[in-house]
């Protein structure tokens, strides 16, 4: 049983079911889902079909691309930091599909219990290190993350999982699951990477985290937009993303929003908009190796700090901060995968990635409480009864 779904709008989602073709692709060989076989096929090869499909490409078949984050090594020239055995594409082509309301639910909570998590210390220690990077100038951001397992109790179907998270009235614009046959990558994404309609590509990066509660968010979203930060950090980054996409073509692209408010469970955000108009068809790779990975869960400048964070983090992102995309008839969607869990079915281990991008401006103990709200928006959205 292999499914996909996919939040289309409040009342709605997109259900994907009986693949026809699915692959798990690693550096030097690829896995069929379907067969349970391993066949040969290089990274580089899945690089070359990517090259084949336009942006502008009628999909008659609804097929998904879970591109993990460490797939953005192969075209930054930093093969030699991706593990032969990690995963860095999912490609799924489904023959069936239909739009379904939202369902009750089995399920009135899933009580996730805390297995393992970053100290205080530890993060603080990494967190210097990074201040240490900045002062020297060998990057101006950098976004650092670290791995937060739980576990439940009991044993629960990838069905009923899927239900109860896409019956929630708090979801991401992005928010989609997939179910792999023993594992499941669940996101609540409210992060767009691109978005393609009508010869137009957008980009949208979110920067800063706020806690609000009730009806004071105009208080806090104030004091956001005046922090600076804040700002900073919001501001290099839509530089940043406007660079990646007038790599597609001559440098016109606009920002059409600066500093707009989002909101999640118990938190807001602060977002841009970024938009560029092709004059010429545009291949799906060039757009990847253009603005994957997004700079929101990288930080500036792109490839020095992915190497950095290798070098800090110590653990495969996977498909935490890398991008699902969604290709059905023309539209070409796809997210960042921040507020995103892997879960282990046969261990019961839920795998999720929180963190945040740091400045000079930035102070530990206000990153790692960020971390923190980031773990218990996502969290919170299982305890509900």
């Not at 993990?68 to 082509?93: C, K, N, Q, S, T």
């Not at 739009?99 to 805390?114: D, G």
């Not at 210390?121 to 650092?144: D, R, T």
């Not at 600066?258 to 807001?268: Q, T």
Request: net charge positive; glycine share 4%.
């Amino acid at each position: 049983m292999i499914f996909s779904r996919f939040k289309l709008n409040p009342e709605l989602f997109l259900e994907l079911e009986n693949p026809i073709r699915a692959y798990i692709y690693y550096r030097d060989r690829r896995f069929n889902i379907l067969t349970g076989f391993p066949e040969a096929y290089s990274i580089q090869d899945l690089c070359s079909e990517l090259s084949q499909i336009q942006l502008d490409s009628n999909f008659k078949l609804p097929k998904v691309y879970h591109f993990y984050y460490e797939f953005g090594f192969v075209h930054m020239g930093l093969e030699h930091l991706i593990d032969r055995d990690a995963p860095l594409v999912v490609e799924i082509e489904y023959s069936q599909q239909k739009k379904v309301r939202p369902r009750k639910s089995s399920l009135k909570k899933i009580e996730l219990k805390s297995l393992e998590r970053p100290s205080w210390s530890e993060y603080k220690e990494n967190f210097h290190l990074v201040q240490e990077q900045l002062i020297l100038g060998n990057c101006y951001q950098l976004n650092l993350t670290y791995p937060f397992d739980f576990y439940t109790d009991e044993s629960l179907h990838p069905k009923d999982i899927a239900d109860y998270f896409f019956s929630q009235k708090t979801l991401g614009a992005y928010a989609h699951a997939t179910y792999l046959g023993q594992e499941m990558i669940l996101s609540n994404s409210p992060e767009c990477l691109f978005q393609y309609r009508s010869k137009e590509i957008f980009t949208m990066p979110i920067k800063g985290t706020k806690k609000y509660s009730g009806t004071n968010w105009r208080k806090v979203w104030q004091g956001m937009i005046d922090d600076p930060k804040e700002s900073a950090e919001l501001i290099m980054i839509t530089d940043l993303l406007k660079n990646d996409l007038n790599r597609l073509e001559r440098a016109r692209a606009k920002v059409i929003k600066l500093k707009a408010p989002l909101f999640a469970p118990g938190i807001i955000h602060q977002y841009s908009l970024i938009s560029l108009q092709l004059d010429h068809s545009v291949s799906l790779l060039k757009v990847m190796q253009s603005l994957f990975p997004g700079g929101s869960i990288t930080g500036a400048p792109k490839k020095k700090v992915m190497s950095l964070i290798s070098s800090f983090e110590r653990y495969q992102r996977g498909a935490y901060c890398g991008s699902t995309l969604l290709c059905i008839n023309k539209r070409k969607s796809a997210s960042i995968n921040i507020r995103t869990a892997l879960i282990d079915f046969e261990h019961k281990v839920w795998r999720y990635g929180a963190g945040g991008g740091i400045t000079l401006l930035s102070k530990a103990h206000e990153e790692f409480q960020e971390m923190e709200l980031k773990v218990s928006s996502f969290t919170s959205l299982f305890s509900k009864i």
